[in-house]
């Protein structure tokens, strides 16, 4: 128990954060936790690819994959592997005609892993299993199926996505460690990294903000509850705050020093999270709800001005000079 | 006013000084203009190797610079919605004039020299209509304004000179106005186009895209040699569209637009920043900053060899391929990878790396 108190107060007050330990206990962690939950919702849809017995697994693996989504360079980028994991959002309802087309089809691509790497994204990855899973007209399948298979072709997809990012992330890891060292042409000087760890930071929670909030949120005159993440399999606010969880951690590794303002407007963001009633942020429509989830909207807002404060400026970083400027 | 008489004084003052040229300025490939440590604002020229070959002070941020083909001068712009460009004198070191755009007008950040280097064509906003203008000015003139044509579209963006002094205009198809800044004013109704003009405003040519694709804004342009013009366009329609962001067009025949996979078009999130077509001709590339892409496509097969750098933007052709620049300092020379040739953490490169030449 006290090794446990110890080990907590380590992490709330780190001694020395920078981009190793956003390596090391933040981006090998969490692909090394997600390759095992890919892993393991593969190996489930071997024994049995029934959408019942699929989504206990399926609902981890999409846990785990919250802890990366937002570490949009490197292994991630690498053959548009984030996008085949997790094709949202989606406003022209891509996955679902896709899904349906391919199971209509019952297009025997499924069959190979070769073949399956080639299909669209918008049959590949978390959100085109969702459908499959928990689709009312799809998720009856039966063990025999064309479904079933397409269903296991999709765990054995993630999970070889999963372990290609966390063997690639090993690597990546010494890219980024000799980051400005003669012959390294990805990272040209000792800043990049950082900046590349901070613009996952600011990234990351600027798409919880406008996308993973926004969308549902819509406007007051019209809210789209309709348009929340995962709305099939209701794990919109789950998904909320695993990624903003992930999103503190990746801070706190990063930060050269304290950092209390950020640390208290994400404290004040989960506690909102925790006050939000419907998972699947259905009570956007509701102006009592509403309001809870525009509050926690509003203070990651402010979680992430008191980021660029806090951690953006001592690193001596900030947005993309021409990713922020557009003309 | 000037008379005739020192229209035609200065005119010949201007053919009887000693020509500088570029090797004045020490004999510059490319110009950008960059931010610097000290947060001041610069148009620097570069070599092919990236050594730096000049830097003059800039008052503000800069979008893009026109250079004239053999005087050591460049036209640097403000960003949009400028209402001034600044010709730089760049073996001095100095500014040499400052165009202020006339009442009722502003510049959109791009230019071109046509009739032998003695006329800047500039981009230009007709702020009341909201319709296109190419600026003239005169530069045997000190830079006076001498007229203005329609460009036949709204928002044109970049602009380029090809062979006969025809003039290609990026009709970005966005109407904005200063009294709002950038916000964009018409995008249900947007209308792009590629126009064909001459000097004298006789409209050649005009492309534009099938209706689905009218939100597809035409913002930069590139040239080959045999007269194909590579576009670049920025998606104004929903996110995660894989739109295709490059075309080609040579006049007489349909555009052809290239893309690559669904994943890449989504990934460069319908924004290309720059494009350039190599020497050779043999292959076009665009930039996404947001994205941090590079997308280099083959004419002849399409098919394209993607790259990866944070924020980079700035693109022109180089002797084996292209020179690409990023807002972190990078210079990096483009093959069928990226390999840095400078490397400064200090300087933030601006959108567009123009060649000369």
Request: net charge negative; charged share 20%; hydrophobic share 45%.
């Given at each position: 128990?006290?090794h446990?108190?110890?080990?907590?107060?380590?992490?709330?007050?780190?001694?020395?954060?920078?981009?190793?330990?956003?390596?090391?206990?933040?981006?090998?962690?969490?692909?090394?936790?997600?390759?095992?939950?890919?892993?393991?919702?593969?190996?489930?849809?071997?024994?049995?690819?029934?959408?019942?017995?699929?989504?206990?697994?399926?609902?981890?693996?999409?846990?785990?994959?919250?802890?990366?989504?937002?570490?949009?360079?490197?292994?991630?980028?690498?053959?548009?592997?984030?996008l085949?994991?997790?094709?949202?959002p989606?406003?022209?309802?891509?996955?679902?005609?896709?899904?349906?087309?391919?199971?209509?089809?019952?297009?025997?691509?499924?069959?190979?892993?070769?073949?399956?790497?080639?299909?669209?994204i918008?049959?590949?990855?978390?959100?085109?299993?969702?459908?499959?899973?928990?689709?009312?007209d799809?998720?009856?399948?039966?063990?025999?199926?064309?479904?079933?298979?397409?269903?296991?072709?999709?765990?054995?997809?993630?999970?070889?996505?999963?372990?290609?990012?966390?063997?690639?992330?090993?690597?990546?890891?010494?890219?980024?460690?000799?980051?400005?060292e003669?012959?390294?042409?990805?990272?040209?000087?000792e800043?990049e990294?950082?900046?590349?760890?901070?613009?996952?930071?600011?990234?990351?929670?600027?798409?919880?903000?406008?996308?993973?909030?926004?969308?549902?949120?819509?406007?007051?005159?019209?809210?789209?509850?309709?348009?929340?993440?995962?709305?099939?399999?209701?794990?919109?606010?789950?998904n909320?705050?695993?990624?903003?969880?992930?999103?503190?951690?990746?801070?706190?590794?990063?930060?050269?020093?304290?950092?209390?303002?950020?640390?208290?407007a994400?404290?004040?963001?989960?506690?909102?999270?925790?006050?939000?009633?419907?998972?699947?942020?259905?009570?956007?429509?509701?102006?009592?709800?509403?309001?809870?989830?525009?509050?926690l909207?509003?203070?990651?807002?402010?979680?992430?001005?008191?980021?660029?404060?806090?951690?953006?400026?001592?690193?001596?970083v900030?947005?993309?000079?021409?990713?922020?400027d557009?003309? | 006013?000037?008379?005739?008489?020192?229209?035609?004084?200065?005119?010949?003052?201007?053919?009887?000084l000693?020509?500088?040229?570029?090797?004045d300025?020490?004999?510059?490939?490319?110009?950008?203009?960059?931010?610097?440590?000290?947060?001041?604002?610069?148009?620097?020229g570069?070599?092919?190797?990236?050594?730096?070959?000049?830097?003059?002070?800039?008052?503000?941020?800069?979008?893009?610079?026109?250079?004239?083909?053999?005087?050591?001068?460049?036209?640097?712009f403000?960003?949009?919605p400028?209402?001034?460009?600044?010709?730089?004198d760049?073996?001095?070191?100095?500014?040499?004039?400052?165009?202020?755009?006339?009442?009722?007008?502003?510049?959109?950040g791009?230019?071109?020299?046509?009739?032998?280097?003695?006329?800047?064509?500039?981009?230009?906003?007709?702020?009341g209509?909201?319709?296109?203008?190419?600026?003239?000015?005169?530069?045997?003139?000190?830079?006076?304004?001498?007229?203005?044509?329609?460009?036949?579209?709204?928002?044109?963006?970049?602009?380029?000179?090809?062979?006969?002094?025809?003039?290609?205009?990026?009709?970005?198809?966005?109407?904005?106005?200063?009294?709002?800044?950038?916000?964009?004013l018409?995008?249900?109704?947007?209308?792009?186009?590629?126009?064909?003009?001459?000097?004298?405003?006789?409209?050649?040519?005009?492309v534009?895209?099938?209706?689905?694709?009218?939100?597809?804004?035409?913002?930069?342009?590139?040239?080959?040699?045999?007269?194909?013009?590579?576009?670049?366009?920025?998606?104004q329609?929903?996110?995660?569209?894989?739109?295709?962001?490059?075309?080609?067009?040579?006049?007489?025949?349909?555009?052809?637009?290239?893309?690559?996979?669904?994943?890449e078009?989504?990934?460069?999130?319908?924004?290309?920043?720059?494009?350039?077509?190599?020497?050779?001709?043999?292959?076009?590339?665009?930039?996404?900053?947001?994205?941090?892409?590079?997308?280099?496509?083959?004419?002849?097969?399409?098919?394209?060899?993607?790259?990866?750098?944070?924020?980079?933007?700035?693109?022109?052709?180089?002797?084996?391929?292209?020179?690409?620049?990023?807002?972190?300092?990078?210079?990096?020379?483009?093959?069928?990878?990226?390999?840095?040739?400078?490397?400064?953490?200090g300087?933030?490169?601006?959108?567009?790396?123009?060649?000369?030449?």
């Amino acid at each position: 128990m006290r090794h446990a108190v110890l080990a907590l107060s380590l992490l709330a007050t780190p001694a020395v954060a920078g981009v190793e330990e956003a390596i090391t206990d933040h981006a090998l962690s969490a692909t090394d936790r997600f390759a095992e939950a890919a892993g393991a919702l593969a190996e489930t849809a071997g024994n049995d690819c029934t959408a019942e017995a699929l989504r206990p697994a399926w609902n981890d693996a999409f846990d785990a994959w919250l802890g990366l989504a937002h570490l949009r360079f490197g292994p991630l980028e690498t053959g548009s592997r984030a996008l085949s994991i997790a094709f949202w959002p989606d406003p022209r309802g891509m996955i679902p005609r896709t899904v349906s087309g391919i199971v209509a089809d019952a297009d025997p691509i499924v069959e190979t892993p070769e073949g399956f790497a080639e299909v669209s994204i918008a049959a590949r990855g978390l959100f085109a299993m969702e459908r499959l899973l928990y689709a009312e007209d799809l998720s009856a399948y039966a063990a025999g199926d064309y479904a079933c298979t397409l269903a296991w072709a999709q765990a054995q997809d993630l999970a070889r996505m999963g372990n290609a990012i966390a063997e690639d992330w090993e690597a990546f890891a010494e890219t980024i460690r000799t980051a400005g060292e003669a012959g390294n042409d990805t990272f040209l000087s000792e800043r990049e990294p950082r900046q590349a760890f901070y613009t996952a930071l600011t990234t990351g929670m600027s798409f919880v903000i406008d996308q993973r909030l926004g969308r549902p949120l819509g406007s007051f005159d019209d809210p789209r509850p309709d348009r929340a993440e995962a709305r099939l399999s209701g794990r919109a606010l789950r998904n909320v705050t695993l990624s903003v969880e992930a999103l503190r951690d990746l801070a706190r590794a990063l930060a050269p020093g304290e950092i209390p303002q950020t640390d208290a407007a994400f404290a004040r963001a989960l506690t909102t999270a925790g006050r939000i009633d419907a998972g699947d942020f259905s009570g956007v429509s509701d102006p009592r709800q509403r309001i809870v989830v525009e509050a926690l909207q509003q203070q990651l807002v402010e979680a992430r001005e008191n980021a660029a404060n806090e951690i953006g400026v001592p690193l001596g970083v900030s947005a993309g000079f021409n990713a922020s400027d557009g003309d | 006013m000037p008379t005739r008489r020192g229209f035609l004084t200065s005119l010949l003052a201007a053919s009887t000084l000693p020509a500088l040229s570029w090797a004045d300025a020490g004999s510059p490939a490319y110009l950008g203009a960059a931010k610097g440590a000290s947060g001041r604002f610069s148009l620097i020229g570069l070599g092919a190797d990236a050594s730096r070959r000049f830097a003059v002070p800039l008052p503000g941020r800069g979008h893009a610079a026109a250079a004239h083909p053999s005087a050591p001068e460049a036209v640097a712009f403000a960003r949009r919605p400028g209402t001034f460009a600044l010709v730089i004198d760049c073996a001095a070191g100095h500014v040499a004039h400052r165009l202020e755009a006339p009442e009722g007008r502003h510049f959109y950040g791009h230019g071109a020299f046509v009739a032998g280097g003695t006329i800047l064509c500039t981009t230009e906003n007709d702020m009341g209509s909201g319709a296109g203008r190419i600026g003239l000015w005169s530069r045997p003139d000190g830079y006076r304004r001498i007229g203005e044509v329609a460009t036949h579209g709204i928002g044109p963006h970049d602009l380029l000179r090809l062979s006969g002094d025809v003039l290609a205009v990026a009709n970005g198809g966005i109407r904005t106005h200063p009294d709002t800044g950038r916000e964009k004013l018409n995008l249900d109704t947007m209308a792009p186009s590629l126009s064909y003009l001459t000097p004298e405003g006789e409209l050649l040519d005009q492309v534009t895209l099938d209706p689905e694709l009218h939100k597809n804004s035409i913002r930069h342009l590139a040239a080959a040699a045999d007269g194909t013009v590579a576009f670049a366009m920025q998606w104004q329609g929903e996110a995660m569209a894989p739109v295709p962001l490059l075309g080609l067009h040579r006049r007489g025949s349909a555009p052809r637009l290239l893309a690559a996979d669904d994943g890449e078009q989504i990934a460069m999130q319908g924004y290309a920043g720059s494009v350039a077509i190599s020497w050779d001709g043999a292959r076009v590339g665009i930039t996404s900053p947001r994205g941090g892409r590079l997308h280099v496509f083959g004419r002849a097969d399409g098919a394209c060899t993607i790259l990866r750098r944070p924020d980079i933007c700035g693109l022109a052709p180089s002797a084996d391929g292209f020179t690409a620049t990023d807002g972190m300092g990078g210079v990096l020379r483009v093959t069928d990878r990226l390999a840095p040739l400078a490397a400064d953490p200090g300087t933030a490169w601006d959108n567009h790396l123009i060649a000369i030449g």
